[in-house]
């Protein structure tokens, strides 16, 4: 286990302990999940030249982030794992966190095995959208590129891309090619987390709520990393240094389908280059 998982483990515990008893029974592992995913941000929002651009996150439909996935290979190489995703409502508020876990294969001699955080900005509503259908798999419901990183001015590859993905391992972290890698809706996890069965439309219509406070943490986090002109048009109020965004609606309606023909744009702004730095 590398320094950062043990640091990690220490961070939990204590954040854990502080759940009434009955929520930490039914959702200790899903407030977990959501605890990690928001040191992973921190630890990012804590190196500014290696970190996702500000500029980007302003501009983003939604952010998933999974903690941990573990690649390992013997021959036929794969990678698994679970985390969770926030999607912007119609006022462009973060919702409630959908549950969702990361698999993806790959064909070569390959002998070992690495753990990896990996984080998903969706810069068009087309991908979001086309995940809250069902089961999405990156550079086929939406096109995906290694996303830029601190002050660089575009993505490595795409930059009208409509998901931009990065990864960070040992410390170190970059965007990453993950075509053919699926998302899929851990139904359980969201079943556990809200209590009873629930749909992506559930989640993203506001249909269903949580006051979980790893929730509220997971959002601020992202909110923390975008701009402050911008962390304040999400929704954002300022408590001291922290920024933390405010609950979206009850009945928040999910985001609008584009029509076929306007094409892929960027939250807030009707960017035809989502992944190029605003000029």
Known sequence: MSHSLSLRALVLLPLLALLPAGMAAAQSREDARLITATQVL???RATPDQNIPAWLLDRAYGVAVIPDVLKGAFIFGGRHGSGALVVRDSA????????????????????GAQSTDIVLVFASRRSVENFARGDFTLGV???????????????????????????????????????????????????????????????LGGHVTTNSESARRFIAAIVASMTPAAADATGGTKTGATTVATPAPAAAPAPAAAPANEGAKSFPLADPKPGSEPH
């Open 42 to 44: 921190e630890e990012l």
């Open 92 to 111: 462009g508020r973060f919702s409630n966190p959908v549950f969702l876990s990361l698999t993806g294969g790959s064909w070569g001699f390959q002998i």
């Open 141 to 203: 419901g939406g096109s995906v590129a290694a996303g830029p990183v601190g002050r660089s001015g575009e993505a490595a590859a795409g930059i009208t891309s409509e998901v931009y993905s990065y990864s960070r391992n040992r410390g170190l972290f970059a965007g990453v090619q993950l075509d053919g890698t699926a998302l899929v809706f851990d139904r359980k996890a969201n079943r556990n987390f809200y209590g009873h069965d629930v749909t992506t439309e559930d989640i």
